[in-house]
């Protein structure tokens, strides 16, 4: 995605992205700064853990399998979404190893705040 460009008072031109919305729902998004895919990454997965937590508090899901579950889904999602959505670079970001832990575990503490709390409401006099 090629970004446009955009005449100041003074005729130069300076590049104008499209905002980070569209830019997330876009395939092959161009990202020059880092920290704003990063921040992507990281609010994705608060959305995808609060989102499994409420899933799984709904389901009844117990247990290991419910955990185990959490942790494959949101691995996948996360690699399937910059590799194959964005193609991004991940030598880029310091490696594969660095886009799968940012906001990691701070998803995890949000998918089981929500998934105890849905649970015990639900499931329990």
Known sequence: MNPKKK???NGSTKSVLPSVWVRVFTPCS??????EFLDVIYWTRQILGVLLGLAWGLIPL???VGIALFCLLNIITLYIYTSA?????????GGIWELLKEGYMTSFASFLVTW???YSAIHFE
């Open 30 to 35: 161009s990202w020059p700064d880092k920290d």
């Open 7 to 9: 005449s100041d008072r």
């Open 116 to 118: 105890i709390m849905v």
């Open 62 to 64: 117990q247990g290991f």
């Open 85 to 93: 959505f964005q193609k991004v670079d991940d030598e880029e970001y």
